[in-house]
């Protein structure tokens, strides 16, 4: 079936914020479950297409759906370099911060040729994607790499995905010229073209969903994130190795939330 992928334009202001379930490639994650998020709305969603899987049916599952979808993809893990708890199946295993910039400029490196493996991955699954689908794909996610090294990857998951806008999401560094910025937490510092997630902080008030309401509202796109969306629970675990397995209440309480952002006074 042919897809269709529009390239910069969000559906409408109301429905350019979804959920940021970045655990979502895990074997655990109840996907049946999940699609309950998006009832009665388009589907927008986020996820990391590294570290908690190699194969995220569930993501082939949402992107089945035939109805209209947004999708933001992280390909790899960024957090896990700069904390050196990278597996053997990450983009940056193996690799301290600073030989990761040195590897991410060189075509043949097994950086490279491992992003390239996931950008690939990517390009196949939503090739068979149904209905109207708007991609998003940021080759780092919250990326300590320095500018040159982020532009060499933009470029190669640009060349395999020409049809996706490409996000720069540093974690502390200006964000590229030419890609849409993501920033994450309750009150990132954003100017449009840009993408908000609030991901790794918690909304403990309806206080603090109204500043990420204020703060986020040119965005394109922007993302509700709650604990539960990294399975992570207690003491640390490795992505693999966390149980996904969520109520479908959590679902259906998280695309209310996210839906009703633009609603917020």
Not at 161 to 176: E, G, K, Q, R, W
Request: net charge positive.
């Amino acid at each position: 079936m042919r897809v269709l992928i529009v390239l910069l334009a969000f559906i409408a202001s109301a429905q350019a914020q979804g959920t940021s379930y970045i655990g979502l490639c895990s074997k655990s994650w109840p996907c049946e479950k999940t699609l309950a998020t998006w009832h009665k709305t388009p589907i927008i969603v986020g996820w990391l297409e590294d570290s908690f899987g190699s194969s995220c049916q569930c993501a082939d599952t949402i992107l089945s759906q035939d109805k209209s979808k947004t999708i933001r993809v992280h390909l790899a893990n960024g957090p896990c370099l700069r904390n050196r708890r990278c597996e053997r199946h990450d983009v940056f295993y193996g690799y301290t911060i600073v030989s990761a910039n040195r590897a991410a400029k060189i075509p043949k490196s097994r950086l490279r040729k491992r992003l390239d493996v996931l950008a690939t991955r990517l390009k196949q699954r939503i090739e068979q994607s149904k209905g109207l689908l708007t991609c998003y794909v940021s080759p780092c996610l919250e990326c300590d790499l320095n500018g040159p090294a982020r532009k060499a990857l933009i470029s190669a998951v640009s060349a395999i995905l020409p049809s996706c806008v490409i996000v720069d999401n540093p974690l502390n560094s200006t964000c590229i010229a030419g890609t849409v910025c993501e920033r994450h937490g309750i009150n990132p510092n954003l100017k449009p073209p840009c993408i908000a997630d609030m991901d790794g902080t918690e909304a403990k008030t309806s206080l603090d969903l109204e500043t990420y309401y204020a703060k986020t509202k040119s965005c394109d796109v922007r993302f509700y994130w709650t604990f539960w969306m990294n399975c992570n629970s207690g003491s640390w675990k490795t992505p693999t190795s966390r149980n996904c397995s969520h109520p479908v209440s959590n679902f259906i309480n998280a695309g209310n939330t996210a839906w009703n952002l633009l609603s917020s006074q």
